[in-house]
């Protein structure tokens, strides 16, 4: 079986999407499959949306995407784990894709990204870069990752001191298990925060988290950028 965990907080403009596109990519694949949505104290529609779609809902109230995925993972009950963030649509390809990569002995992988709609020119920039050197760097972005069971209970899954970037040390233990796989093939998230902040806001909070390294990620002080909560009200 295969197990989509969703994480989510206050997405209900994204997730109606969201679940849709894991279904027919889900639809490609002859194993079954199940879909967790792990709604992280949400104040909106999120946690019915996801009942209505007959997604497994899990609710927490931890405000920490790692702990999020965690919870999501526990109450999987499929042999393969694929990680989707609320607001990420996925296909066929990557469904194929990640089985095929497991079955073939790699421990764990993602997928390249790319963003929806509107992007303004300084964040287009910012994303050529970044993504040039994170994913030459053979990592797993947080918005689609995938891995087996045994894999996720071996490393000890996401680990919850990090209240971001806990998708790079998750990448890194799985590598010590045995290859990673980055699908070429791209996966579309939001670009909303690229839209709603302004280059002289989002700049200093991005740059600031990799230059701080994971002492600036141990708390959400600091961290508003992954955890104010805003939200476009419709998706792009």
Do not use: C
């Amino acid at each position: 079986m295969i197990s989509f965990i969703v994480p989510a907080y206050n997405e209900e403009h994204e997730l109606s999407d969201t679940l849709a596109a894991i279904r027919e990519a889900a639809s490609g694949s002859t194993k079954p499959y199940e879909i967790i949505v792990v709604d992280d104290a949400s104040t909106d529609a999120t946690p019915r949306i996801a009942s209505d779609a007959g997604a497994k809902v899990i609710p927490i109230n931890r405000r920490q995407i790692a702990a999020s995925r965690n919870a999501g993972a526990h109450a999987a009950q499929g042999e393969y784990l694929f990680f989707v963030d609320a607001d990420t649509r996925i296909s066929r390809a990557h469904v194929s894709g990640g089985i095929a990569a497991l079955e073939s002995g790699y421990a764990g992988g993602g997928a390249r990204v790319a963003m929806d709609g509107f992007i303004p020119f300084w964040g287009r920039l910012l994303l050529r870069g970044f993504a040039s050197v994170y994913f030459g760097l053979n990592l797993g972005a947080g918005a689609f990752l995938f891995t087996t069971r045994r894999n996720f209970d071996v490393i000890g899954g996401f680990d919850e001191q990090y209240f971001a970037g806990e998708e790079v040390y998750f990448s890194l233990e799985l590598k010590k298990l045995g290859g990673f796989k980055v699908l070429r093939e791209p996966v579309v998230t939001s670009a909303r925060k690229l839209r709603m902040y302004p280059a002289k806001d989002f700049l200093p909070k991005f740059f600031g988290v990799i230059f701080r390294g994971p002492r600036g990620v141990r708390s959400r002080e600091k961290l508003s950028l992954w955890y104010d909560g805003k939200r476009e009200k419709h998706p792009a």
